[in-house]
């Protein structure tokens, strides 16, 4: 999955790779925007690992890599709200 990326400074179109359904990536914090998203979905993985295989550490560690990647996503986010 492929999307485009307008670079602030000079209007140009960038390729990003990889990009999330759903996500908009544009702007300098694209690429922050889409590893918050894939770290997202790492944790996501995780947690339902660690729930199908009954670990409970695995879980949580899931938990907290969403909680934590969720966190900084939220932070770019208003960090880019401020900006324009």
């Known amino acids: 999955m492929r999307a485009t990326v307008a670079s602030a400074s000079s209007g140009a179109e960038q390729l990003v790779r990889h990009a999330p359904r759903g ?41 907290g890599e969403q909680a934590l990647a969720d966190a900084k996503q939220t932070a770019q986010k208003a960090k880019d709200t401020l900006k324009h």
């Open 23 to 63: 996500v908009e990536v544009r702007g300098r914090g694209a690429g922050k925007k889409v590893k918050n998203v894939a770290k997202t979905t790492k944790g996501k993985v995780k947690e339902t690992t660690g729930n199908a295989v009954r670990n409970e550490s695995l879980e949580a560690k899931g938990r």
